[in-house]
């Protein structure tokens, strides 16, 4: 008999994350989908499974050390194994800000969520990634954290110059290498998906692609071979520079 794939999404309630999530159940996977707020994340959770989908509400907040820690345990409750985390969760903040004056209040807030949340989260879930024997982690990063994208001036972003935000997703990325290189004995494949400029509330929906075509790359990570890549750093066009 071979067993339900699992996979949990941070940050799910809404925008690439739920769809996201959505995609991972369409796929056959019971989903848990993390959010912070009990409201918003049964709402969500109820609205796949009136799709028809095994999805649940994890209460999740990846800023939160007592909050990953309980998720984690409330999960080795409910499954053995995890076959997917996607480190979702991010904030944007700083936009419109010359980085010589972002308060460092604000890059500080942007690090908690977007770099020390994914790495928080990952280590507490690794014991059931580890217990999948091909676990996979996806972490939401973005072009903005291409250094060598945001050297370029002919790349599109070349003047998108957010302190904090394009940092922490640098950051991410470095740790997505690291992680990757650690968890790679244990079968764990760890790699870093840039969505696109996408429609959502995190840009007042400014974007330019839709959250079905952003998740594309992440479910493309989160549901990879043995013969997969880990440590790598992709969008919808294939590899991005570091
Ligand atoms: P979004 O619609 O604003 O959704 C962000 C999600 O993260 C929400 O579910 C939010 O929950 C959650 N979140 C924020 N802080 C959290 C915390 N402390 N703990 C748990 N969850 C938290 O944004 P999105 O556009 O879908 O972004 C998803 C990811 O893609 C982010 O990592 C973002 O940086 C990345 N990305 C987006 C774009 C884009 O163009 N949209 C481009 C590149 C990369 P609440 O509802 O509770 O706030």
Do not use: C
Not at 27 to 50: F, H, N, P, T
Not at 115 to 134: E, M, N, Y
Not at 175 to 196: H, I
């Amino acid at each position: 008999m071979t067993r339900i794939k699992t996979a949990v999404v941070t940050g799910a309630n809404k925008g690439i994350g739920f769809e996201i999530a959505r995609r991972l159940a369409s796929e056959g996977y019971r989903v848990w989908l993390g959010a912070r707020d009990q409201s918003r994340g049964e709402a969500a959770a109820a609205r796949l499974k009136a799709e028809g989908f095994d999805a649940h509400w994890l209460e999740l907040d990846v800023t939160d050390d007592s909050s990953v820690t309980a998720a984690a345990k409330a999960l080795a409750g409910q499954t053995g194994t995890l076959d997917a985390l996607v480190n979702n969760a991010g904030i944007a903040d700083g936009f419109g800000i010359s980085p010589l004056e972002e308060p460092i209040g604000i890059t500080k807030n942007v690090y908690e969520v977007n770099v020390f949340g994914p790495i928080r989260v990952t280590q507490a879930f690794l014991p059931l990634l580890k217990a999948s024997g091909a676990g996979r982690i996806v972490m939401m990063s973005s072009e903005l954290g291409s250094i060598q994208s945001l050297l370029d001036p002919d790349n599109e972003f070349y003047a998108v110059n957010a302190l904090g935000y394009n940092s922490s997703k640098s950051a991410l990325n470095a740790a997505t290498v690291s992680l990757a290189k650690a968890a790679e004995p244990f079968g764990v494949k760890v790699n870093a998906a840039d969505p696109g400029y996408t429609a959502t509330e995190m840009n007042g929906n400014s974007g330019y692609r839709t959250v079905e075509e952003a998740a594309e790359v992440a479910v493309k990570l989160a549901t990879l071979g043995e013969d997969g890549p880990t440590a790598g750093y992709f969008n919808h066009n294939g590899v991005l520079p570091w």
